[in-house]
């Protein structure tokens, strides 16, 4: 038996598909990276108490915002805007997730690779 030519598993096109791969890794980096780049840059905003309190986060779950309705707050009951307030946070925190799975749940656990 002697040699046969190819690469491993790849056949006598070797190099050609070894290309197209590359191409393809090239191209899945760079969707990889918009979606980033937009789940970045989304604000989502959670809700709590019927809109009485609103928490806004970056994509990246950075807080940039809360609005407290003058409704929402009784000096006898702070314990009840705290927990308003942190109802609001996990809601807002949960649209990140979703959107995070939403924009790179396809591309699976690759992100180290590329």
Partial sequence: MGYKGGFGGFGGGGMGNMQNLMKQAQKMQADM??????????????????????????????????????????????????????????????QADALSEEKLGAYGNMGGLL
């Avoid at 989502?44 to 609005?67: H, N, P």
């Fill in 33 to 94: 990276q918009k979606a980033q780049e937009e789940i970045e840059a989304a604000e989502l905003t959670g809700t709590a108490g019927g809109g009485l309190v609103e928490v806004t986060l970056s994509g990246k779950k950075e807080l940039l915002g809360i609005k407290i309705k003058p409704e929402a707050v009784d000096p006898d009951d702070i314990e009840m805007l705290e927990d308003l307030i942190t109802a609001a946070f996990n809601d807002a925190s949960s």
